[in-house]
């Protein structure tokens, strides 16, 4: 027993772990080593507004308006308002951004930012944020850290979470409880056969949190970052839109820069713009898209950016002056486990931040930078709500919408005819991963949509013990399940979301959130009403 758990080690994890340490015992599990998260990965960089020139109100705009339509106003204004406070606290314990001439932080620009307010540290952002947090976090001694632990069910008694069941690095399972619990596991690109997460990130939270009874929320908006490393063999490594702020630019297979006439601004269009830009390039021109940076000083490219240009070197590329063949990949997804501001969720005694969260912060499309933020900033919040008497988040009215639930269950059309056959046998992580790229990736519609969760649908049946591997799986296809059955139903597209069948936005009928638990689907109207005490 504990007074407080928290699941993960990334930025949310390790800010909630710090600041609940005063409180009470507090033991952190992580599913690999602790450096093994999104927030490692994380190269672009920390957005907050403390700049000459920059304001909360700016960059509540900008956000809002990356999101399309559905961000939850109280929630960007928590996020750019304490943003800046907790990106001051990480100076204050030794963060090492990148500096100006005058000593200050040096700010950059990333797409669908107004001004420049991205803090980096080189290309490796999040590890510094995480070298720093760990750093902190050692020192406590109330604070535990179980590596190699993974989580395989909630604990749930009398509709409160009061702890969970592991499996530790020898196959043995344990429970442990605690007075609150905290899911900061990450995200879920897993789910994709073309992704930049590292191998963790296969949904577990979001799973765990939907198997126990939780509500979750907006899965059907999956960022996809236009340019990952597309060379054949090598992983699909991360090349940061930082390059591109830094005045990187596309071009196609014929070395034609591309991207205005696909967007006004350009290279620095909104991500998924540039995702989709790219694709309809490749298959107008029947060649791949490449990212130059030849046109700008070599010594400065290779010092801006060391990271991504040792990692190119090793597949024989130079950044400075080889054009690097990139291609879109999964990358960040937007819902989660719905939370209110201060990380409750609907089941009394379960917290969630960061990545795995949905917050409403994000909408239908995450603004650049807002990620590592977000998880600094609503980590911080529920530890301070995981120290208060347990109550479930007050969330947002829902309406019931059943939109032909069941014909989708038994793999039919709207006619009721079975356009395909459905195999009851399980499918293989790899199956999933590549069925969900062809059918609910950058490019979606209705006949593939039903297809995915009819074949989802049939596999969810198949039972099976608790095991590392087995886990992982089960993750996978729920949450692989839970986004395509979020995709069909919004018949619209928004932000991140694109139906080539339904290819424009439709304020009439979908400015509203799908919310899924378990037996039930919602649509949401009623926007969530900000809490004002914790």
Known sequence: MVDFLVVGGGVAGLRAAIGLAAAGRVLILTKAEPAESNTGYAQGGIAAAIGDGDTAALHAGDTIRAGDGLCDEAAVRVLVEQGPVYVRELLAWGARFDRDAGGNPALGREAAHSVRRVLHAG????????????????????????????????????????GVRYIDAAGASHDVRAAATLLA???????????????????DGISLAYDAGARVADLEFIQFHPTALDVPGAPRFLISEALRGEGARLINCVDEVFMPGYHP????????IVARGIAREVERT??????????????????????IAATLRQVGLDLARDPIPVGPAAHYIMGGVETDDWGRTSLEGLFAAGEVACTGVHGANRLASNSLLEGLVFGARAATAMQEPPRAASLRQDRVMAAGLGLMAHGTNESGHRPYAISHEPLTMAEIRDLM??????FRDRAGLVEAVAKL???????????????????????????????????????????EDCPARDDAHWNM??????????????????????
């Open 513 to 534: 959130h799908v919310v899924d638990t378990r037996g039930a689907t919602y649509t949401q109207r009623t926007p969530r009403t900000p809490s004002k005490s914790r």
């Open 457 to 499: 649908n049939a596999a969810s049946a198949v039972g099976e013990p608790d095991t590392p591997g087995r886990r992982s799986h089960r993750s996978l296809r729920t949450v692989a399940r839970l986004i395509a059955r979020a995709a069909l139903r919004r018949e619209e597209s928004r932000g991140a979301h694109f139906r």
């Open 123 to 162: 290309d490796a952002t999040g590890r510094e944020i995480g070298r720093v947090l760990w750093q902190r976090v050692r020192a406590l001694p109330s604070v535990a850290t179980f590596d190699h632990a993974l989580v395989t069910a909630l604990v749930v008694e009398h509709d409160r979470v009061t």
């Open 286 to 307: 029947g060649g791949p898209v490449r990212l130059t940076l030849a046109h700008l000083d070599p010594d400065y490219v290779r010092q801006r950016f060391p990271t």
């Open 185 to 203: 596991t990450g995200g879920a690109g897993q789910v994709f056969r073309e992704t930049t997460n590292p191998v963790v990130a296969t949904g």
């Open 437 to 442: 790229w062809r059918r609910a990736g950058l």
């Open 265 to 272: 601004a350009g290279d620095l269009a909104p991500r998924d």
